[in-house]
């Protein structure tokens, strides 16, 4: 446990430190930590209704922490050694390969750990970060999706800012695709609830 803890504080640390627009806890990778711990009881409290086997905070906490590493790549300043654009470039493929990563692990725990199948994995995987990515777009805690929304001046520019593009894309399906999941959420919940009251 203590040790995916310190990768995610590492891997906060790592994906602030040179960004200019980056806050204090930003910088001192707090947030990163505290989101292991908030991720961990999202996934286990909104998926405990549907039954999984195995379930417990402390093993979901175990598992996100555990999926921090691949963030390094954010520590890469990349904009320091390449050109403008090829660092726009980079930083959406970082964007791309960590994403990818947690979601395949999230999968393939709900699978083989959890036991889950079919539509619950689906929903299990999905509405979970809808919910998340619907939320911060709402809270604007990653305030830069709004000003890219809004448009951006020459002089707010930065490397990151086309990995910040993805983001907007991937926050429109969040919320667009948000109310079908909770429907498809709930209609799994009556279905867990039903088959365990079966003799």
């Keep these: ?34 989101y292991i711990f908030v991720l961990a009881f999202i996934l286990w409290a909104l998926l405990y209704p549907l039954k999984p086997q195995r379930w417990s905070y402390k093993s979901v906490l175990l598992f996100v922490s555990f999926t921090s590493l691949p ?3 954010y520590a890469i300043p990349v904009e320091r050694f390449m050109s403008f654009e090829a660092a726009q470039s980079a930083n959406i493929w970082f964007l791309i390969i960590v994403a990818s990563w947690r979601v395949a692990l999230l999968v393939h725990y ?9 539509k619950s994995v689906l929903v299990g995987t999905l509405l979970p970060l809808s919910l998340i990515v619907s939320t911060l777009t709402m809270l604007n805690l990653e305030h830069v999706v709004f000003n890219i929304m809004a448009g951006i ?3 707010e520019k930065s490397a990151n800012d086309a990995a910040y593009g993805i983001l907007v894309l991937i926050t ?3 919320v667009v695709t948000l109310p079908f999941l909770l429907v ?7 279905k867990a609830r039903k088959k365990e009251k079966k003799p």
Excluded at 184 to 190: C, D, I, Q, S, T
């Design 71 to 73: 963030a390094l790549f």
């Design 184 to 190: 498809a959420y709930a209609g799994l919940v009556y």
């Design 1 to 34: 446990m203590g040790f995916g803890i310190a990768a995610a504080w590492l891997c906060g640390i790592g994906r602030y430190w040179d960004n200019p627009r980056a806050e204090l806890w930003q910088y001192l990778g707090l947030g990163s930590v505290a």
């Design 110 to 118: 709900l699978i083989k750990v959890s036991g889950l199948s079919g």
């Design 153 to 155: 001046g020459d002089s």
């Design 172 to 174: 429109t399906f969040s």
